[in-house]
């Protein structure tokens, strides 16, 4: 199946910003890029003494997490841009008249603008060395004023001081607006299907159901930017929230970290049962243990050019589930379960119960090569995943002591691989921007089983009967719940009702992989027209596939409905007819009747399982299959074009199309 995707989204947006201290007449450069994973600065220079514009003031940017430096030339205005920075602090030096300026700290993040206006004093030449450096001190806003978009971003200064998840798809409940849905953290009223989760700047969103299907450990990770609104026509693909990460890069000095992270299942607090009313099946699940030990390492293999970062994490939990079979009560023999005034539910107690861990490992690792060729061209090589792999037992399902563990056990698979190239380059004097992309993810999600019970067809009863009934598979120690029996303390009630009771089997098992292959091309231009022009205009493309194939553990699933009475009513009265029995198998079409077979289908010889009737309207003969196979594939082009225009120094209006 392929299908093109076309829309189109007009944004207008306009922003009023109040500044002190020195007023700007100069505008941005910076609109961020399609794959957004830097930040900018720009701001005016100007000369205290001579109460002008400081024309042809040199400024340069440094930072350790930038590979050389990036310099600007102030023009006419003393306006300067800054653009494709790394995000982290970084040192701005002015160069003006024989003089050097510095200011210090000044904090870059990740698809934001920092302002800096800096005041120089020229008549600071008078008494002071050449190659004397003066310090400039000041503060730089947090208010984004070239963007319309609202959000917060991330960093390791808050994930390491406020108790947060582990990786970032926990941090992003801690942004406003955020609430937990069914599939995840929704943002902005969206639900949390309609989010983008973009990493290094590819699209990682699960191309089956939507949802957020990597994620990484924070020691891992330089920002995460959570945008819940507001955002321009660049940002598609998306009707909630876009969450925007970007990995750690290296520096010209080794750096790194060791880490490990152990919670005991002791100091969790310990989770309630969850019964069902007129069931005697309880659950619940509790955390045994759960621990991390992993390790991350940057630093240059060629200073200035070529730095490395590389990180891995295998993290392990385990957990159990504690199946229980309990029993209504009771106790003043009127015939009718005795319940909860407060919450109206039948009241149980416990007869027997078992427990049932299920454990998984995740393998965290991430990967980056960043290099620069010159000042104005940059590359950026990254892969990065969290494969999973686990096994256990399925809760529902009744485990005897009879069966060994391993008769029991399902194996899983799942988690992302991803892997994506980027270019950005510089031309024209830093007038013109150019960023290109490429990027693979592949998600994945399997569960087989390695035989025994779990690789029998499931069978369900579909009807309420007592659990005692299963006295051979739960074991003998559910002798409470015999209706007349020796142990019946209840005999005016059915002690231990259940409906929809099943056996054996893991039931419906898939293994599906989803790949998306993207590419990205954005160019963006400066123009100073009536104030200040930030011209963007991209394209990206993005192919996806959905593979999966389904089938039944046994080839099947049996249910049965319950013995009649003649006039169809559940009964269990000796007399009463046997319930019938229901197959369920995925079927396929095994071929076409030929015109002679069409004027005779009942000549038509048949296999096993093989029917005429009901199959393509009685045109051909269908069969059973063994797995339905499943295999899909999406083409989405999108386009865009976009002004940022400074009216003002504190009114920026934004146009967009896509």
């Not at 995460?224 to 290296?250: L, W």
């Not at 898939?510 to 954005?522: I, K, P, V, Y």
Request: glycine share 12%; net charge negative.
């Amino acid at each position: 199946m392929k299908r093109t995707l076309a829309q189109a989204v007009l944004v207008v947006g306009a922003i009023g910003a109040v500044t002190t201290g020195v007023v700007l007449p100069g505008g941005e450069l910076h609109a961020q890029p399609s794959v957004t994973v830097t930040g900018s600065v720009r701001g005016q220079v100007r000369d205290l003494a001579r109460h002008e514009a400081a024309s042809g003031a040199l400024i340069t940017a440094t930072s350790a997490s930038l590979q050389g430096d990036q310099i600007a030339i102030a023009d006419a205005a003393g306006t300067y841009f800054l653009t494709a920075l790394p995000p982290g602090y970084y040192k701005l030096t002015v160069s003006y008249l024989s003089r050097t300026f510095e200011r210090d700290e000044v904090l870059i993040q990740v698809g934001k603008q920092a302002v800096v206006n800096i005041a120089v004093d020229s008549s600071a030449r008078t008494g002071v060395p050449i190659g004397e450096t003066i310090n400039i001190r000041g503060t730089v806003p947090l208010v984004d004023q070239g963007s319309t978009k609202i959000g917060q971003s991330f960093t390791g200064l808050y994930t390491n001081n406020i108790p947060v998840g582990r990786t970032f798809g926990s941090v992003i409940g801690a942004a406003a607006t955020a609430q937990r849905d069914f599939y995840g953290t929704s943002l902005s009223g969206a639900t949390s299907i309609e989010n983008t989760y973009i990493v290094e700047g590819i699209n990682t969103t699960d191309t089956a159901h939507g949802e957020l299907s990597l994620t990484l450990p924070n020691e891992f990770l330089a920002e995460t930017e959570v945008i819940t609104g507001g955002y321009s026509a660049e940002y598609g693909r998306a009707t909630g929230g876009i969450v925007n990460v970007v990995t750690k890069q290296g520096s010209n000095e080794i750096h790194g970290s060791v880490f490990s992270y152990f919670s005991p299942g002791a100091l969790s607090s310990a989770a309630h049962s969850i019964e069902q009313q007129g069931g005697s099946v309880a659950i619940q699940n509790n955390l045994d243990y759960s621990y991390d030990l992993g390790a991350e390492l940057g630093g240059a293999i060629i200073p200035d050019k070529l730095w490395f970062h590389i990180g891995f994490d295998p993290s392990r939990t385990r957990t159990v589930w504690t199946r229980d079979v309990v029993q209504q009560i009771d106790d003043n023999q009127d015939g009718v379960p005795d319940f909860d005034p407060v919450t109206g539910l039948v009241l149980h107690k416990k007869v027997t119960g078992r427990d049932i861990p299920t454990a998984a490992t995740t393998y965290f690792f991430t990967a980056k090569l960043t290099g620069e060729i010159d000042r104005n061209n940059q590359f950026q090589l990254s892969a990065f995943g969290n494969p999973r792999t686990g096994t256990g037992s399925i809760y529902e399902l009744p485990y005897p002591d009879t069966w060994a563990a391993n008769d029991t056990v399902f194996n899983r698979s799942d988690g992302a691989y991803d892997a994506t190239a980027k270019y950005t380059g510089k031309f024209g004097d830093g007038a013109t921007q150019i960023d290109a992309q490429a990027g693979f993810h592949r998600s994945y999600n399997n569960m087989t089983s390695p035989g025994g019970p779990g690789s029998q067809p499931t069978t369900d009863y579909n009807y309420t009967r007592s659990l005692y009934d299963f006295a051979d598979i739960e074991g003998s120690g559910i002798g409470a719940c015999q209706d007349n029996g020796p142990d019946d303390k209840y005999p005016k009630i059915q002690n231990c009702p259940v409906n929809l009771y099943a056996e054996q089997g893991l039931g419906l098992l898939e293994q599906r992989t989803n790949d998306r292959l993207s590419a990205a091309l954005a160019v963006t231009r400066r123009v100073k027209v009536l104030g200040y022009h930030v011209l963007k205009a991209g394209l990206d493309i993005e192919a996806s596939s959905y593979d999966t194939t389904l089938s039944f553990s046994g080839g099947e699933e049996l249910r049965r409905s319950c013995n009649t009475d003649d006039t169809g009513s559940c009964s269990d009265a000796p007399d009463a007819a046997p319930g019938p029995w229901r197959v369920l198998r995925y079927g396929q079409v095994i071929r076409n009747l030929t015109p002679a077979e069409l004027a005779d289908p009942s000549s038509v010889p048949l296999g096993p399982g093989q029917q005429i009737d009901g199959c393509a309207g009685g045109l051909a003969i269908c069969g059973p299959a063994a797995a339905r196979h499943v295999n899909t594939s999406d083409r989405s082009i999108g386009a865009f074009v976009q002004d940022s225009w400074q009216i003002f120094p504190n009114l920026t209006l934004n146009l967009g199309l896509r």
